[in-house]
């Protein structure tokens, strides 16, 4: 996404209702959401992709590692730990849960609870291969690597044995509508095509989840990947 700091793009919203009209007077448009958060797109990007593509319009308080290592605001959160996202009057930690939020409030969670139960699915083996692409890149990159890269296509294969079953990979991950595994899945992905170029003997494995990418393109974000 673009320069930290910077409050997100407002479009029409897609799936809430305009703010009412009094009198003559429209309510101001204050982003309903904030996120705060370190000055890089980890654990945030999906939902920025997310709130970006379904038109809403959030604040973003970044938080420099200097003042973090403070210690009052790691202090003050839950898990000592960001993203931290406010809806309103309400407070959030967890990414996942954070996402799973913008789903249930947004409509992106599947059309029943089937297919809710099988976005749920998607977003947990998304965040177990994050948990490895975190460790590889944060503890033991140089000597992790190679390993790593053998074991992709394996870890990928589950993500590719849903979509091939969908349409022949040429819908989203579950069902006829987008839901937030599908960002977060897509945010896995791009962090992995960085990883790809860095590190090009890795093959055009990602080539497999163009159709996805695909099925997802037309949003202005998708000129990221
Ligand atoms: N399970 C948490 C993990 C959050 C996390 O690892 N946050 C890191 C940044 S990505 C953090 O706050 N690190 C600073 C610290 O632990 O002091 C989530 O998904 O939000």
């Not at 604040?59 to 406010?86: D, H, I, T």
């Amino acid at each position: 996404m673009g320069p930290p700091g910077r409050t997100g793009r407002c479009r029409l919203p897609r799936n809430r209702p305009l703010p009412p009209l009094t009198g003559f007077f429209v309510h101001p448009a204050v982003p309903p959401y904030t996120i705060v958060y370190f000055p890089v797109q980890g654990r945030c990007e999906a939902m920025r992709m997310l709130l970006a593509d379904q038109g809403q319009s959030w604040k973003e308080e970044v938080v420099a590692m200097q003042s973090w290592l403070q210690g009052p605001l790691k202090a003050s959160c839950l898990y000592g730990q960001l993203p931290k996202f406010q809806d309103g009057d309400l407070t959030l930690y967890q990414s996942n849960a954070i996402l799973r939020h913008l789903g249930r409030t947004l409509g992106l969670y599947g059309k029943d609870q089937q297919e809710a139960a099988l976005v749920d699915m998607v977003n947990d083996g998304v965040e177990d291969l994050r948990c490895k692409y975190v460790s590889l890149i944060y503890t033991n990159y140089e000597a992790g690597k190679e390993d790593y890269v053998k074991a992709l296509p394996q870890h990928l294969k589950p993500f590719e044995t849903l979509l091939s079953q969908n349409k022949g990979g040429q819908a989203f991950i579950v069902g006829d509508q987008i839901s937030f595994a599908d960002y977060n899945l897509l945010d896995l992905l791009r962090i992995h095509q960085v990883e790809n170029t860095r590190c090009p003997s890795t093959g055009d494995w990602l080539s497999t989840f163009s159709a996805h990418t695909m099925a997802l393109a037309g949003a202005p974000w998708i000129l990221l990947l």
